[in-house]
């Protein structure tokens, strides 16, 4: 499964934002994820990510997204059908910087 992460942060400076990010990203245990910050239009930086679970089964995939996902925050809200994809947001993020996270989890880019 590929996940995309989008990570709000409070950053003052895009340098700032990608430390948080990694560090949230790091703290998740996601591997191989690359960084795309960009100015968001309420403040700070939006940092998109994009990385990868190797997993044998969509179910698998699934369970190991939402777990990486409560690394780094908890009260997820799960919207949509997680029988053909995933998306989850929080705004109970324990990195400092980081207001909200949302993922996206689907079998491609």
């Known amino acids: 499964m590929h996940v995309t992460w989008h990570i709000f942060t409070d ?16 703290k998740a245990e996601a591997a191989d ?3 795309r ?3 968001y239009s309420k403040g700070g930086y ?6 990868s679970i190797a997993a044998i089964s969509w ?3 699934v369970m190991l997204a939402l777990l990486q996902a409560q690394r780094v925050g908890h009260s997820w809200t799960i919207v949509g ?10 705004g109970s993020i324990g990195t400092p910087g980081v207001s909200f996270v949302e993922i996206h989890g689907s079998t491609g880019y």
């Not at 059908?81 to 929080?90: I, K, N, V």
């Open 11 to 26: 950053c003052a400076s895009e340098e700032s934002a990608r430390k948080v990010a990694r560090s949230l990203l790091e």
């Open 37 to 39: 910050p960009q100015p």
């Open 46 to 51: 939006r940092v998109t990510a994009k990385s």
């Open 81 to 90: 059908d997680l029988g053909s994809e995933l998306e989850a947001h929080s």
């Open 59 to 61: 179910p698998e995939s």
């Open 33 to 35: 994820f690359s960084l």
